[in-house]
């Protein structure tokens, strides 16, 4: 996981080039890999917390910082309802269907049905941003002293987790043990703590 605070800390209040956020900031004393750096960026760039400008070796990044609660809070939930979309679309998909056809007795190696992978990626891709948003709310409420925006962000966190409560009873629903555990795992992991992306 990387701190989203961290990533901030290493940029300045202006233009930032790629290479040097590349010299900037470090994982554990070493250099970043520069497609997970990438990664990263473009991940801080879709929750809003940086925008990108210029393209290749033109292009550069700023802190962003939405100028108005109203944008703020449309911007976020903006984010919200294309992952509901996203998740639904393939929570439909899957609800009558078996995901996995083979689990081993220890659970540590399983077969996926070739007509559920697709959508399965589909949603864990969904609600990882959506545990990352939840994430980044979280960090924002904890760092930001407008207690208006804080109200409202609050109430965007209390909309993901009713959303997240449903979907995770909707897709366990009906199954049996084995595949309730891989799942329940699978999606556990992908949970950051809070002001952190997973990478």
Known sequence: MISIEYILECMNDE???????WKNCL??????N??????????????????????KNEAYY?????YSLEE???????????????????LKKLESKKIF???????????????????????????TSMFELASSILWTIETSDDSELKKELKNCFKQINEFMDETNQRLLEGRKTNERILL????????????????
Not at 36 to 52: N, Q, T, V
Not at 62 to 66: A, L, N, R, V
Not at 104 to 125: A, Q
């Open 101 to 127: 056809l083979d689990i081993s007795k220890d659970l540590t190696s399983y077969k996926f049905s070739k007509y559920t992978k697709t959508d399965y990626e589909s949603i864990v891709t969904g609600m």
């Open 27 to 32: 994982n554990n004393k070493k250099r970043f």
């Open 72 to 90: 703020h809070i449309g911007f976020i939930n903006n984010l919200i309802f294309t992952y509901e979309s996203k998740i639904n679309s393939a």
């Open 62 to 66: 700023e802190k962003y910082y939405h």
């Open 34 to 55: 520069r497609t997970k750096l990438k990664e990263i960026l473009k991940k801080m760039e879709e929750l809003g917390h940086i925008k990108k400008h210029g393209y």
């Open 184 to 199: 329940q795992r699978d999606f556990s992991s992908k949970i950051p703590k809070a002001g952190h992306l997973k990478i």
């Open 15 to 21: 233009k930032n080039y790629f290479g040097d956020i």
